[in-house]
């Protein structure tokens, strides 16, 4: 074939070759990410892992609260993500301990706080009327347990680009737009209708962010006040106001809910990243460092069972 054949050839293909590296299909994009993760091999054979770190949460403009993190993950159906914090108070101090996450198909959200001088209660609430028929419990217990799961993938979609949760398929899908040239997009559909959007570096192919629609925070504070004495006793002491009931974020519309996904480090065969900032209408509101994750250790049942370590 002559020269200016083959050249007029090459320059008539050239655009359906960039087109297909523009468009990939999600198996393949994923194909790459897993492979950039630490490939199918070292990922299949994770049963289970566990991982502690430090959450830096914005409670509100210049106050900073810091807690302790430790997820636990025994696939595929136990996560528990566990976070403590230490309070101090005029008359002594004590530690909130929050368990969210799922046990089968029972849910874990509990907080315990031995030594606390007010109730702590976790917020949200029922919204709307209470079921009553055998439809509607059934119903309810549903959305409450895939509620339950959204929390392991949110933090687990990144280590393994897809997810396989018992009772949570993932279904995934090339989406329409990335909104930048350096990125592809999967979005992954959950049986409850909830999407989440997975952004993949084309140039590592790791995973790099993360997104989602969802209600924005709203953070309930009550007050208190107690009157101590120069000896250090208990002169008077008012209770805290009440907090809100129901979900205070009802009525209020979704919001773009971002995670950034960053600092990976190899170990274990494993390329999984150690940091994960949370931010939603350009507000940062967690800031997530982890330390090293252990695979396939042996988990105290009673870690999603968080009742029973009262």
Not at 186 to 198: A, I
Not at 249 to 258: M, R
Not at 277 to 300: A, E, R
Request: with cysteine.
């Amino acid at each position: 074939m002559p020269a200016a054949a083959r050249m007029f050839l090459a320059l008539l293909l050239l655009p359906v070759a960039v087109a297909g590296r523009q468009s990939p299909d999600a198996a393949s994009i994923l194909a790459a990410a897993r492979t950039a993760l630490g490939g199918d091999a070292a990922l299949n054979a994770v049963a289970s892992f566990t991982v502690s770190g430090t959450l830096n949460v914005n409670v509100d403009a210049g106050r900073t609260a810091t807690s302790s993190i430790a997820v636990y993950s025994q696939l595929p159906d136990k996560f528990v993500r566990i976070r403590r914090q230490d309070f101090t108070n005029p008359v002594g101090s004590f530690t909130l301990t929050e368990y969210r996450g799922f046990n089968g198909d029972d849910g874990i959200q509990e907080i315990v706080a031995p030594g606390a001088p007010f109730p702590v209660v976790m917020s949200g609430g029922r919204v709307g009327p209470v079921p009553t028929t055998p439809e509607e419990i059934a119903a309810a217990r549903q959305k409450a347990i895939h509620m339950a799961k959204h929390p392991c993938i949110e933090f687990a979609l990144p280590l393994f680009a897809g997810l396989a949760l018992s009772g949570f398929p993932l279904e995934p899908t090339v989406a329409a737009s990335a909104g930048s040239a350096a990125e592809d997009a999967v979005e992954f559909k959950g049986p409850d209708g909830f999407v989440w959007r997975l952004f993949l570096s084309r140039s590592s192919h790791l995973p790099v962010r993360m997104t989602w629609m969802a209600k924005p925070r709203v953070i309930a504070t009550t007050t208190s006040r107690t009157v101590v004495s120069s000896g250090g006793q208990v002169k008077s002491s008012e209770g805290p106001t009440s907090l809100p009931t129901g979900d205070p974020s009802a009525g209020l519309a979704d919001v773009e809910w971002q995670v950034v996904v960053a600092d990976y480090k190899v170990a274990d065969g494993l390329n999984w990243p150690h940091r994960m900032t949370t931010s939603y209408g350009g507000l940062k509101v967690d800031d997530l460092q982890l330390g090293k994750f252990k695979i396939n250790p042996k988990i105290d049942p009673a870690v999603f069972t968080p009742r029973k370590q009262r």
